[in-house]
T-cell receptor, first 111, second 116 residues
Framework: ELKVEQNPLFLSMQEGKNYTIYCNYS?????LYWYRQDPGKSLESLFV?????AVKQEGRLMASLDTKARLSTLHITAAVHDLSATYFC???????????FGAGTRLTVKP | DTGVSQDPRHKITKRGQNVTFRCDPI?????LYWYRQTLGQGPEFLTY????????KSRLLSDRFSAERPKGSFSTLEIQRTEQGDSAMYLC??????????????FGNGTRLTVT
C-alpha cells in the first residue's frame, strides 16, 4: 500500500528564514504534487513534478523530486507571513490514477 | 473555468440520519474524485469516476456510503445512517483523464459534515 509521510508536521519560522519540508513515499511513482491549503479553504495546486531530478520554482518556494530516494522537498526561501498555510504532498498511484496525500505540514511564519 | 462547486458548504445532522452531497466538476473534466479530510490530516481517497463509470472505491467507503455520477456530469455522495465518525470535510475534485502535468486535481471548497 502506498504511504506518504511528511515532516515536519508543524513548522514555526521567522520571516526571512529558510527551511525545507520533506515528503517520503513508499512505492515507485513518477509523479508528485504539492498543494497548499489555507484555513477553511480548498487545496490549491502549487507544483507538479513528473520525473527524477525535476525542480520547479515559484517565488519563494522550490520543489524537487528524487524518485530513486522516493523523496520530494519543498524549500522555502526568505519566508514571509503570506506563506503561512498547510502544505501537502501527494503521490500519484501510477496506472491507478488517484492520488494519496501526506498528513500535511502546517507552516506558521512569524514577523 | 468556473471551478469545482460543492453543495452544501456545511451540513449538521443527527446520528442515524441520511445525508447527500453534490459536486459539479469543471465542465470539460471527465474524471471526478471524492476525498474525505479530517482535522489535521491530508485528504483520504474515497472513490473516483471516469465519466459515469465508478472505477475504484476505497476500503474507507463502507456499505453506508454510495456515490453516483449519472450522465457523467455532476456527482452525489450519500451517507446512510450517519455516525459521529463520519464527521469530516468531504472534498470533490476533478481532472481531465488521465491526471497529467497539465491537469492536476482541481478541488472544490468541500462540504463540512458534523454528526451530532
Amino acid at each position: 500500500e502506498l504511504k506518504v509521510e511528511q515532516n515536519p508536521l508543524f513548522l514555526s519560522m521567522q520571516e526571512g528564514k529558510n527551511y525545507t519540508i520533506y515528503c517520503n513515499y513508499s512505492t515507485t511513482s513518477d509523479r508528485l504534487y504539492w498543494y497548499r491549503q489555507d484555513p477553511g479553504k480548498s487545496l490549491e495546486s502549487l507544483f507538479v513534478l513528473l520525473s527524477n531530478g525535476a525542480v520547479k520554482q515559484e517565488g519563494r518556494l522550490m520543489a524537487s523530486l528524487d524518485t530513486k530516494a522516493r523523496l520530494s522537498t519543498l524549500h522555502i526561501t526568505a519566508a514571509v507571513h503570506d506563506l503561512s498555510a498547510t502544505y501537502f504532498c501527494a503521490v500519484e498511484r501510477y496506472n491507478n490514477n488517484d492520488m494519496r496525500f501526506g498528513a500535511g505540514t502546517r507552516l506558521t511564519v512569524k514577523p | 473555468d468556473t471551478g469545482v462547486s460543492q453543495d452544501p458548504r456545511h451540513k449538521i445532522t443527527k446520528r442515524g440520519q441520511n445525508v447527500t452531497f453534490r459536486c459539479d466538476p469543471i465542465s470539460e473534466h471527465n474524471r471526478l474524485y471524492w476525498y474525505r479530510q479530517t482535522l489535521g490530516q491530508g485528504p483520504e481517497f474515497l472513490t473516483y469516476f471516469q465519466n459515469e463509470a465508478q472505477l475504484e472505491k476505497s476500503r474507507l467507503l463502507s456499505d453506508r456510503f454510495s456515490a453516483e455520477r449519472p450522465k457523467g456530469s455532476f456527482s452525489t455522495l450519500e451517507i446512510q445512517r450517519t455516525e459521529q465518525g463520519d464527521s469530516a470535510m468531504y472534498l470533490c475534485a476533478s481532472s481531465r483523464s488521465p491526471i497529467s502535468y497539465n491537469s492536476p486535481l482541481h478541488f472544490g471548497n468541500g462540504t463540512r459534515l458534523t454528526v451530532t
